[in-house]
């Protein structure tokens, strides 16, 4: 079996990050055996990468330094698609490499390192840090990568990693364990949370997770990208596919007043007894102050997920509601 | 007996009286103080001060002051909520909102008639109209918190 892909799917960069992104594959202290790149532009913006000087260059790079490569045009129909075929395409470990991301030199050696020493691993990644992001410390120590803090924490990935941790699901760019796990398909072209929903797969599966010190940097392109549909549609239509596949627990959100939050607060014994995990979004913390439960604004709440379905009056209007709010909190959340 | 009130529920966005507040707060303050009643008012700056004790207070020391008092008398705002978590019952004056959805029947819910219940009673309070008689009198308060002294554990209170 041959032994290593890299893919990168991209959209609308061949003139931004693109080049910069292969170019720091081709600078790897361990290089791929073959990459693919996945052309998901338009067929009306697709060019032959060839006709361009700069891609003529690095294509020929990449040729001296031993590694084949080809260009599959995507159908647009999500990320998902294009990964899922490298998922496929008959290689032990798959590098995903996001188009706007530059990786440092040791990122593949690293990684594979410990892919291939350790037990059962699924994948491995590294830190992915945007230059301009400036997160506080307390933000960094309250990072996690468990699936049940996925609502309510930073990405660990988002910070530089120290030490290697065992970990539930990756992000952005990774090397995995090919054709173990398949990627979602029912997702929208927009592909939210795909590799969430990929990586915590291995988890389910009795394979390891890792995050491992070693840096790439993710420029989050302003223009074009994989993900570039912007339909906010999709996003919900994901985070349902997200939520019904993943058991990150219960989100409660209460954008409303506080004589609805202590109303909310007397079914709140039996949500924990049903939830091993909830989160809840809300206007008013204090109420659930001597709770030791996560709790995280409306707008926070308003980015993972449609909160209007957790209207509390709508649902009561929608059902003509007779019955208390008490009763019909326990109808929506229980 | 100890009283706590709260007379008022938040603004509107539109600057209308919100129609939760009942009209004759005023009356009912100068019959309580007739009976010796100790009275007070928790609310936010800025309302109405109705007796001399008034008070804004977070909701820990709310808390503490419900616990604290025999009884309350509130409009349909958080206070019903509050005391209703804390096992403490008392007078909620409704208006156009119906209290088997909004209230709690440990309390007193008391109503001029059901006739003015909204139609729509999940729409905003910005969407409907004042109406100064959807609400009992000062002197039925009087009455059911004179009767109902000592007597907080009663249940289906609704009373119009």
Known sequence: MKEILCSIATRGRYDTTLPLALASIINQTKLPDHIIIFDDNDEDKRIDLREKEVYRNLLLMIELKGITWQVIFGERKGPQYNHQIANTFGYKWVLRVDDDTILEPNVLQTLYNKATTEENVGAVGGCIITPWWNFSVEERNKSSNKIEDIYSTPNKQWFPIIDTEEVDHLHCSFLYRAGVCDYNLQLSPKGFREETLFTYEFIKRGYKNFIIPCKTWHLKASEGGIRGVNDEEMYIYDEEIFRKNIDCGKLCVLNNGIGDHLVFESILPELINKYKKLTLAVCYPDVFEDYNIPLISIADAEKITNIDRYNIYKFMADRNWKNSLQEAYKTLYL | ?160
């Open chain 2, 1 to 160: 007996m100890k009283i706590i009130i709260h007379p008022f529920s938040r603004k509107l966005r539109n600057g209308k009286l919100n129609p939760k507040v009942y009209p004759h707060w005023i009356s009912l303050v100068k019959l309580l103080k007739g009976y010796d009643h100790a009275i007070v008012q928790v609310g936010e700056e800025g309302e109405e001060h109705l007796v001399d004790d008034f008070r804004t207070l977070s909701l820990k020391e709310l808390k503490r002051l419900i616990l604290e008092y025999d009884t309350f008398i509130c409009v349909d705002s958080f206070l019903q909520h509050l005391a209703w978590r804390l096992s403490k019952s008392g007078i909620v004056l409704f208006g156009q909102s119906d209290p088997k959805i909004f209230g709690h029947e440990e309390n007193i819910n008391l109503y001029s008639d059901e006739k003015y219940f909204r139609q729509y009673q999940f729409q905003t309070w910005e969407e409907c109209e004042y109406i100064k008689e959807a609400f009992v009198t000062p002197e039925e308060i009087l009455k059911c918190i004179n009767n109902n002294n000592n007597n907080n554990n009663n249940n289906n209170n609704d009373i119009c």
